[in-house]
């Protein structure tokens, strides 16, 4: 069946460095959407990517959509304490409902 | 405007017994979403409700789960009779469309920590 993965499952970050986890799909995706959960949290919606090459930034954060439609990227520039927590991407696809990863849980050092 | 909300926010149970979950979403959404997280694994789709009926049940691991919205509101997820393997953080999330359109983000409730002793 329709499998999303992410990498890396853990990101240690030292405050102020910059990191990426991505995000790979084994079919083609309609649309690919980020969540963000804090730990003891649940998920809340960052952004959703619908466009073949897409970019979007928000603040120190960079979401990249593939041109293929199957993989995306998150760039976190400048990491800082807040920014803890596990980034999970959802596929949505034709099948109607969105295909969670296992989710990058990310830790900062300061 | 109230988010979506479930209850209860932790359920300690033993093995073989029964447990009930509950969500009410979003007020309007008819789209409502039952998902799964297993320590350290991804988000699990269970199921999909457009208001009472089940689009899409493909998820439910076994015939343990029962899932109900009754008159197109509030959802119960019921685990009858509940196995070790049934412990994790179980989400709902609704939304006004379905995701199959592609233009909708999900609102997701807090969960409800289910551990099976």
């Known amino acids: 069946g329709q499998q999303v993965m992410q990498i890396p499952q853990y990101q240690h970050v030292q405050e102020g460095e910059d990191f990426t986890t991505y995000c790979n799909s084994s079919?083609?995706?309609?649309?690919i959407q980020w969540y963000k959960q804090r730990p003891g949290g649940h998920p809340v919606f960052l952004i959703q990517?619908?466009?073949?090459?897409e970019v979007k930034k928000q603040k120190r954060l960079t979401f990249q959509f593939g041109e293929a439609k199957k993989n995306s990227s998150l760039h976190i520039t400048a990491t800082q304490t807040t920014d803890v927590g596990t980034y999970f991407c959802a596929g949505g696809g034709s099948w109607g409902k969105l295909q969670f990863g296992a989710g990058t849980q990310v830790v900062v050092t300061p | 405007e109230a988010g979506v909300t479930q209850f209860p926010s932790h359920s300690v149970i033993e093995k073989g017994q029964t447990v009930t979950l509950r969500c009410d979403p979003i007020?309007?959404?008819?789209?409502l979403y039952w998902y799964r997280r297993v320590m350290g694994k991804e988000i699990k789709f269970l199921l999909h409700f457009v208001k009472e009926s089940k689009q899409d049940e493909s998820g439910m691991p076994n015939n343990r789960f029962l899932a109900e919205r009754t008159g197109g509101t509030y959802s119960t997820l019921k685990v009858q009779p509940a196995e070790l393997e049934d412990s994790g953080v179980y989400f709902c999330a609704s939304s006004p469309l379905p995701w199959s359109q592609g233009t909708t983000e999900a609102f997701f409730g807090q969960g409800t920590r289910l551990t099976v002793v």
């Open positions: 079919t083609t995706l309609s649309n």
């Open positions: 990517l619908v466009k073949s090459g």
């Open positions: 007020s309007g959404h008819d789209n």
